[in-house]
């Protein structure tokens, strides 16, 4: 009989408290946590290379996903704070999972308040030592207006998980 793993989503905006979020599950329930940022942080030959920053995020997250599946077939929990943005992304996702026989939960940290959001973004901003990671506010309007924050409905798919 197939192990079961569980998968965990996190969703949210920049600056939303998945990696908060995310840590604390680690720590709670000793499950993989996964973020593609530090991965990126840590591949980067030259921490200003904006370019090679975005090359390198798809090869993450595909990196990661087909880790993610192995731990998921061995049985394990693992959380996944990519920020999924949209509902066809967080469904590809637990399809997936889904066909390994695993379990899905999807959080969604709220992320409808964007000069809250864009506060919290300043004050990691200013700590910043490299240009790379600095969000500026267009783009965080654009993020904003582009997502797509899950509905009860979509939450209500998953074998856990809501709004925080
Ligand atoms: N529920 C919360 N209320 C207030 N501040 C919070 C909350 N959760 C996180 N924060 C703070 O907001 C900032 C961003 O949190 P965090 O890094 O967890 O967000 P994130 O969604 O992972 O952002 P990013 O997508 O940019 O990695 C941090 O300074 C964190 O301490
Ligand atoms: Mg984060």
Sequence with gaps: MPRVGTLVLVCGLPGSGKTTFAKRLEQETHAIRMCPDEWIEALLADLNDRDEKNRLRDAVENLQWDLTKGYLAKG?????????WTEEERSQ????????????QLFAMDSSDLDELWRR????????DTVTWVMVREDHESSWAGYQAPTEEEIAFYDDGGFL
């Design 93 to 104: 996702y637990a399809m997936e999972a889904l066909e390994l026989g695993a379990q899905i």
């Design 121 to 128: 973004i300043e004050i990691r901003n200013q700590s910043l």
């Design 76 to 84: 394990l929990t693992v959380v996944l704070e990519n920020g999924f």
